[in-house]
């Protein structure tokens, strides 16, 4: 079923913490830099997610949101982000049995990835911060586990835990940001690793600019899942823009 936009709802990006439980941030991880940083990369997708042309035409047991098809987990809930002047959908997350992840595709270059540069500029805004990010190898290829240092309301310390993930397909590039108990478990990350690798992403065939969030839309029929749509407190940047990107994942305690 549909949840009703809601004017001053948290965005969906916003993704919980796992440590200091009574903590608030608000400062922003960039998620990406300008696509004249991006290199060139061989991404092994044979554990998905998968291109539209390498799946079959049955959608049963898919939501449909336009550039990506999600696969239907039994308990989920599917969080839409909705951009409130335009009134589009900028990204999608998905809480499950107590973790959440957020997924968002853009368009890449024919013969360029964009992981790499993207995991750079992370890693540098979150060792700005005072924090340090650890590289490592992953389900879906090289990742990142950021933890960026906070202080509570009662200022007693803690620490911000996201997991980054980038999957970069045939002119487009998916990432994914695993938040609560998914980001440092493995157990725990499992079930929603399942969902990310099931994920079907359609690129289409408009020009789009390196680094341009595909288009998202709401599901055309109710799915099983429950779904609410979140309109952010402030309005994405021109998707025009080479900074598009740098709207991505806000790593911000959920109380």
């Known amino acids: 079923m549909f949840g009703r936009k809601k004017k001053n709802a948290e965005p969906a990006e916003e993704l919980e913490v796992v440590e200091a439980p009574e903590a608030e941030a608000t400062d922003e991880v960039p998620a990406a830099p300008s696509a004249s940083h991006a290199k060139a990369v061989k991404t092994d997708r044979s554990r998905g997610p998968l291109d539209a042309s390498e ?13 990506l098809r999600l696969p239907i987990v039994q308990g989920m809930n599917l969080n839409l982000e909705v951009e409130e002047n335009s009134q589009q959908v900028v990204s999608v997350a998905v809480e499950l049995e107590g973790s959440r992840v957020q997924l968002q595709a853009f368009a890449a270059p024919k013969s360029e990835g964009l992981w790499d540069g993207i995991s750079s500029q992370i890693d540098q805004s979150v060792t700005a911060q005072g924090g340090r990010t650890d590289r490592r190898e992953g389900r879906f290829g090289p990742e990142l586990l950021a933890r960026v240092p906070m202080a509570g309301p009662d200022g007693e310390a803690g620490t911000m835990i996201a997991r980054f993930v980038g999957v970069d397909g045939p ?28 994920v079907i ?24 899942p429950v779904i609410a749509a979140d309109e952010p407190d402030a309005a994405p940047a021109d998707p025009s823009s080479e900074e598009r990107p740098e709207r991505g994942p806000e790593i911000t305690q959920i109380g």
Not at 55 to 67: H, K, P, T
Not at 189 to 197: H, R, T
Request: no cysteine; charged share 25%.
């Open 55 to 67: 799946a079959n035409d049955d959608l049963e047991g898919m939501i449909d949101l336009g550039s």
């Open 201 to 224: 992403v359609d690129r289409g065939q408009t020009p789009m600019a390196p680094t341009e969030l595909l288009p998202l839309r709401m599901p055309q029929a109710d799915p099983e």
């Open 171 to 198: 002119r487009w590039f998916l990432r994914a940001v695993f938040g609560g108990p998914a980001a440092i478990n493995e157990e725990a990350a499992q079930v929603l690793e399942d969902l990310v690798g099931g």
